[in-house]
Nanobody, 115 residues
């Protein structure tokens, strides 16, 4: 079983920055990748960024150039540094971990960007 705990959400002004953290625990030894998704009110959950076990990263077009995903293996933590935030980035951000045949989710953290 995998536990994912996100933190770092909150209210930020447009143009500002925020760093989200996701601490993973439990059976994470076979993880393939970790990532961040987000879900805005009335919209489907969408991929933001992923980082695999080799450190390769992948970003949604909306995140490229503004967001950076990284990880600290010693702390089993993945981060999402978000810069130049826009009101349309307002959403609940979910951490996810991919392991063979299974995907785990955190409880989500709210990010609200005011204009």
């Amino acid at each position: 079983q995998v536990q994912l705990v996100e933190s770092g959400g909150g209210l930020v002004q447009a143009g500002g920055s925020r760093r989200l953290s996701c601490a993973a625990s439990g059976n994470i030894f076979n993880f393939v990748a970790m990532g961040w998704y987000r879900q805005a009110p009335g919209k489907q959950r969408e991929l933001v960024a992923t980082i695999n076990f080799r450190g390769d990263t992948n970003y949604a077009d909306s995140a490229k150039g503004r967001f950076t995903i990284s990880r600290d293996n010693a702390k089993n933590t993945v981060y999402l540094q978000m810069n130049s935030l826009k009101p349309e980035d307002t959403a609940v951000y979910y951490c996810t971990l991919y392991s063979p045949g299974f995907q785990s989710w955190g409880q989500g953290t709210q990010v609200t960007v005011s204009s």
